[in-house]
């Protein structure tokens, strides 16, 4: 059984940080892509960041410079730090993982930025 579990969201003041987590279990971490996404109200869900199996990683342009993505494949976790937040970055983040034909969502996770 495939689980992704966010965490880390939270309430944060504009230009503060946050760090989330997403722990995988069920499958094959280090071969899979994990990315980030988010979904603000009434607004469609969209990708935030990226990060392939090699390591390397991609962003929207709007977090680029504030936001970083990483992963630990010996704790099979990936991570998206947030700095420098705004409002605009206000929605439920979410985790996927995917390889292949294979795409898992986490629950998601709500991170709220005041201004």
């Known amino acids: 059984q495939v689980q992704l579990s966010e965490s880390g969201g939270g309430l944060v003041q504009a230009g503060g940080s946050l760090r989330l987590s997403c722990a995988a279990s069920?499958?094959?971490?280090?071969?899979?892509?994990m990315a980030w996404y988010r979904q603000a109200p009434g607004k469609q869900r969209k990708l935030v960041a990226l990060?392939?199996?090699?390591?390397?990683?991609s962003y929207t342009d709007s977090v680029k410079g504030r936001f970083t993505i990483s992963r630990d494949n010996a704790e099979n976790t990936a991570y998206l730090q947030m700095n420098s937040l705004k409002p605009e970055d206000t929605a439920v983040y979410y985790c996927?993982?995917?390889?292949?034909?294979?795409?898992?969502w986490g629950q998601g996770t709500q991170v709220t930025v005041s201004s």
């Open positions: 990060i392939r199996p090699s390591g390397s990683g």
């Open positions: 996927a993982a995917s390889s292949g034909a294979d795409n898992y």
């Open positions: 069920g499958i094959i971490f280090s071969i899979h892509s």
